[in-house]
């Protein structure tokens, strides 16, 4: 295969382990503290402490050349996508086709998260040069987003594989990222780098939550924003990734069987949240407090549900910051949208949440 250009450094890294500083040298990060060597794959450097729980680090490097070779070959983002889930047949095919859909959908919906939180925006709007740090990059629809808000965007993955189709989305529509494959637990940058850090649907795959608000915390600079959106466990709606109604509900034991059992696929690691868990999660991080937000549906999302469903969600929109209201439907809201803020003691008075839960 052709030598690949190495992905651009807007952010220099640091040690993921011990966050002493690194020495780059032929395709390999080597820490002067620890003497940890992180090498760099097809021209993206792997910081991984651990791997993709659903593939090892060697497998998913091999997938990830797979998809590097058609991408060579003229293949288009939608088509790596295709070709992603055709090599992964564990996957039944009416899942397959469905993430393809969420996947092309992608940019269009980062899109819109980035224009309505209000945080994230007046952050992208205050600076031409906003650093932004997008946790749990997949296919790189929300990393597209914010190329296009912003010139310094780091997209990082646990899967190696998902970076090389991400890479694609960004190639075709000439917005450069830095991307990097290490886990969300163990970042490999270092303090006060990033003006916003997103999270979009990344908290319910991760084992260690508390870890990944930490290091989004660290990272982020005074004043910074941590977005991140999550699956409510309690829902009133279908198991987002299995369609499967009143998952959450079940303890977690009997969750994982359930879905063995109905679905034919592993749910072992899924962790969904309810708004008393994600809550006392986030007390127990650096950022103390956070603000909880019901999602608005966008116009596009709108039009892709009947009309029974869209005046549903028209008196959703209106009544849902009713206070008692509110309350309720943070119980049973299909996705939460949370805010945290870091502060420093000095600026704190500046940066209130609007709402502390
Ligand atoms: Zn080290």
Not at 140 to 165: K, M, Q, T
């Amino acid at each position: 295969m052709n030598r690949i250009p190495p992905s651009p450094v807007f952010v220099d890294y640091c040690c993921p382990r011990c966050k002493g500083p690194l020495v780059l040298r032929t395709d390999e990060y080597t820490c002067v503290a620890c003497n940890a060597h992180y090498p760099v794959v097809l021209g993206i450097p792997d910081f991984r402490v651990f791997p993709d729980p659903y593939i090892s680090i060697a497998d998913d490097h091999l997938k990830g050349g797979r998809i590097a070779e058609r991408a060579a070959a003229g293949a288009s983002f939608e088509e790596l996508v295709r070709y992603y889930w055709s090599i992964t047949p564990d996957e039944p095919q009416e899942m397959a086709e469905r993430f393809t859909a969420l996947a092309v959908a992608a940019t269009d919906r980062g899109r819109y998260l980035l224009a309505t939180q209000s945080e994230v925006s007046a952050v992208l709007q205050r600076s031409s040069s906003t650093r932004v740090l997008d946790i749990g990059s997949r296919t790189g629809g929300l990393l597209l987003a914010a190329a296009e808000r912003s010139p310094e965007v780091v997209g990082i993955d646990i899967a190696f594989r998902w970076l090389i189709v991400a890479r694609k989305r960004l190639e075709e529509a000439g917005r450069p990222a830095q991307l990097v494959c290490c886990c969300a637990e163990f970042l490999p940058f270092k303090s006060d780098s990033f003006d916003v850090a997103l999270a979009e649907n990344v908290l319910e795959h991760t084992a260690r939550q508390q870890a990944l608000i930490e290091e989004a915390h660290r990272v982020l600079k005074p004043a910074g924003v941590f977005f991140a959106t999550t699956w409510n466990r309690l829902a009133a709606a279908p198991e987002p990734h299995v369609r499967l109604w009143g998952v959450g509900w079940l303890p977690l034991t009997w969750r994982q069987s359930y879905v063995k059992w109905r679905k034919g696929v592993s749910y072992d690691h899924v962790r969904l949240l309810s708004v008393f868990q994600l809550t006392r999660l986030v007390r127990r991080t650096s950022f103390g407090h956070c603000v909880m937000e019901l999602p608005e549906f966008s116009a596009a999302q709108l039009s892709a549900v009947s009309p029974g469903q869209r005046a549903i969600v028209k008196v959703y929109h209106r009544i849902k910051n009713w206070p008692l209201i509110r309350g309720l439907l943070l119980l049973v809201a299909p996705v939460f949208h949370m805010v945290c803020i870091r502060y420093l003691e000095a600026n704190a008075a500046t940066v209130q949440p609007r709402e502390i839960l």
